[in-house]
């Protein structure tokens, strides 16, 4: 049975990631997922690294060293997709959109990623899907709006099977104390998070659905922090990537 389902590359295929050594195949919604994810683990990397894109996470008067607070949603969605569509646009020609309506009632999504693939029934190729819902971590709905607005309203089988759940996280020692989300925002530490998200993900996958969850630290280092912060300063590390296993293909990929 699994041999029907199997997907061999074709020529085609084989010239495409030649070309490009970066390159992958996408050729189902849980390979679509993992590629998105390994993309925001890279995109992660940026927000820290030796030039930080951390900025454009933040609003705040950067040359009187603050106070700082988050961006808003709105803001925080746009500047993820712009990195998605930069990435897995350009390596993979994922069309990724903002605000795009789905179901009876045409909610709009955050982050809509569609990808044409093969299907192992077609010769023809059919776009795969994927759902990312993103949220600040002020969010007063953060740790149910995974069940009561993803799965319950986005994922629609079989045309929609998978999606993913993304939290920004900030901390709150950078954060200017007057911005009233601040006091919503999670006491914890960001592994908490993290933990409690992944862990629903898992809940919520079924053999109709398939959920995954991603907080992106966007916490500022100590230089940006105000004065007298006794909060420790180092950006903790992702954790290592976990096998992501594919049900209907007993085959495991990075997440």
């Not at 093969?118 to 971590?137: F, H, N, T, Y």
């Not at 659905?209 to 007298?228: K, N, T």
Request: proline share 8%; with cysteine; aromatic share 6%.
């Amino acid at each position: 049975a699994r041999a029907a389902r199997w997907i061999p590359a074709t020529p085609a295929d084989i010239d495409h990631l030649v070309g490009d050594a970066e390159r992958w195949l996408v050729r189902s919604p849980h390979e679509l997922l993992a590629v998105t994810l390994e993309s925001l683990r890279t995109y992660q990397g940026l927000l820290h690294g030796e030039t930080p894109r951390r900025d454009v996470m933040w609003s705040g008067r950067e040359t009187l060293g603050g106070p700082f607070h988050p961006n808003d949603e709105l803001v925080l969605s746009d500047r993820i997709a712009e990195h998605l569509l930069e990435d897995l646009g350009r390596r993979l020609g994922v069309a990724v959109d903002r605000e795009v309506g789905v179901g009876e009632h045409q909610r709009s999504t955050d982050i809509h990623l569609t990808a044409a693939a093969r299907r192992a029934s077609q010769d023809a190729e059919s776009p795969v899907q994927l759902i990312v819902e993103v949220k600040g971590c002020w969010h007063p709905k953060l740790r149910s709006a995974m069940k009561d607005q993803l799965v319950d309203l986005y994922l629609k089988p079989p045309a929609i099977t998978h999606g993913l759940y993304l939290v920004v996280w900030f901390n709150k020692d950078a954060w200017d104390r007057a911005d009233s989300r601040r006091r919503a925002a999670p006491s914890g530490s960001i592994a908490d998070l993290r933990g409690a998200l992944e862990e629903q993900a898992e809940r919520l996958s079924d053999g109709a659905r398939r959920l995954a969850a991603f907080v992106l630290d966007a916490s500022r280092p100590a230089q940006d922090r105000p004065r007298g912060s006794s909060c420790d300063d180092s950006v903790p590390p992702l954790p290592p990537l976990r096998p992501f296993r594919d049900p209907r293909h007993g085959s495991s990929k990075p997440a």
